[in-house]
Nanobody, 124 residues
Framework: QVLLVESGGGLVQAGDSLRLSCVAS????????VAWFRQAPGQDRELVSA????????AYSGSVEGRFTMSRDNGKKRAYLQMNDLKPEDTAVYSC?????????????????WGQGTQVTVSS
């Protein structure tokens, strides 16, 4: 059974930090690209960050670049999103996704496996 399970969300104040984790099972995580998407109420899902299978290629949304850092540990089948200097506009459900293409892509359709998401709420 393919699973992606996120954790680490919560309610924080502006300027605080959070670290999201995503653990994978049921597929060859090490050969997949992995990404974090987020969706705020009433808005479309958007790419936050993506990381290639080898971690050699990384992409970030302009709104989070310099504040968020994505990483992965293929041995542990985990991906992480370190979020610093959080802002109220970062409030959203954050979801982990994995794509068999292996590269970095912003298109939702390129990711076959999705987690349920974890809520991040940033108060001002």
């Amino acid at each position: 059974q393919v699973l992606l399970v996120e954790s680490g969300g919560g309610l924080v104040q502006a300027g605080d930090s959070l670290r999201l984790s995503c653990v994978a099972s049921g597929f060859d995580f090490s050969s997949y690209s992995v990404a974090w998407f987020r969706q705020a109420p009433g808005q479309d899902r958007e790419l936050v960050s993506a990381l290639s299978w080898s971690s050699q290629v990384t992409a970030y949304s302009g709104s989070v670049e310099g504040r968020f850092t994505m990483s992965r540990d293929n041995g542990k089948k985990r991906a992480y999103l370190q979020m610093n200097d959080l802002k109220p506009e970062d409030t959203a459900v954050y979801s982990c996704a994995a794509g068999s293409g292996g590269g970095v892509d912003a298109a939702i359709v390129m990711y076959e496996h999705w987690g349920q998401g974890t809520q991040v709420t940033v108060s001002s």
